[in-house]
């Protein structure tokens, strides 16, 4: 869904101009857009994270800002992305799954996507939480399942920001050294940006996945 939000954007030529937007919001306001950012970036498709924090980091880069406070801008961006994440929590614990499908059609986020989220969780559970975090398409529904099933909030909490963290980071990382690039392409950046994203993170997410099933199935090999 939010491919096809940039998608609009750019063929109506608005694109750049919603960039512009961002990138003079981070300049003049700092940390506290950041964290704006992300938070409405957790609850609603306008503008994804893929785009965002590469912003970020090409801001801070362009800007004269440092690395240390584009790392710090992201982190503050993990911060505003585990508060949505928190209040998407709550809600789902509170309303429970049929009225978060119903609602979800009203913001373009189908039961498909929700049951995608729930087997995730299903698969690898609380750790599906910080790895989610990190997959576009999982990371903005995977507290839906979490709520749901009553997930302690303290693990959800730790895994929340601790995915969210590796996600901005890597991502600001990349709009920071890549900030030429950045400036070149940027009306083609949500689908560029989205490959590279995720190959950076394929690696994390392969890896955890396959020593968490390994440590599912080490109590089964040592009691034979």
Do not use: H
Not at 57 to 83: D, E, K, P, R, Y
Not at 90 to 115: C, D, L, N, Q, T
Not at 183 to 212: K, P
Request: charged share 15%; hydrophobic share 55%; net charge positive.
């Amino acid at each position: 869904m939010r491919a096809v939000v940039i998608v609009v954007l750019a063929s109506a030529g608005l694109l750049g101009s919603v960039l512009d937007a961002i990138t003079g919001m981070i300049v003049e306001y700092g940390y506290p857009a950041v964290f704006a950012a992300a938070f409405i970036e957790v609850m609603f498709p306008p503008i994804p994270s893929e785009v965002i924090f590469p912003l970020v980091g090409f801001v801070a880069q362009s800007s004269g800002f440092g690395l240390g406070n584009a790392i710090g801008m992201a982190a503050t961006g993990a911060l505003g992305s585990t508060a949505g994440a928190i209040l998407i929590y709550f809600v789902s614990m509170k309303v429970g799954r049929a009225a978060i499908v119903r609602f979800g059609r009203r913001v373009r986020v189908s039961e498909r996507e929700i049951e995608k989220a729930e087997r995730w969780f299903a698969r690898y559970g609380p750790i599906a939480v910080f790895t989610g975090r990190m997959v576009p398409g999982v990371r903005e529904i995977i507290s839906i399942p979490a709520g749901i099933g009553r997930m302690n909030f303290v693990k959800f909490v730790t895994y929340t920001f601790a995915g969210s963290l590796v996600w901005c980071v890597v991502l600001t990382l990349v709009g920071y050294y890549l900030g030429e690039a950045w400036s070149r392409f940027s009306e083609q950046i949500s689908s560029t940006f989205t490959i590279v994203s995720v190959i950076v993170i394929a690696g994390i997410v392969a890896g955890i996945a396959v020593w968490y099933d390994r440590r599912k199935k080490a109590p089964a090999k040592s009691s034979d």
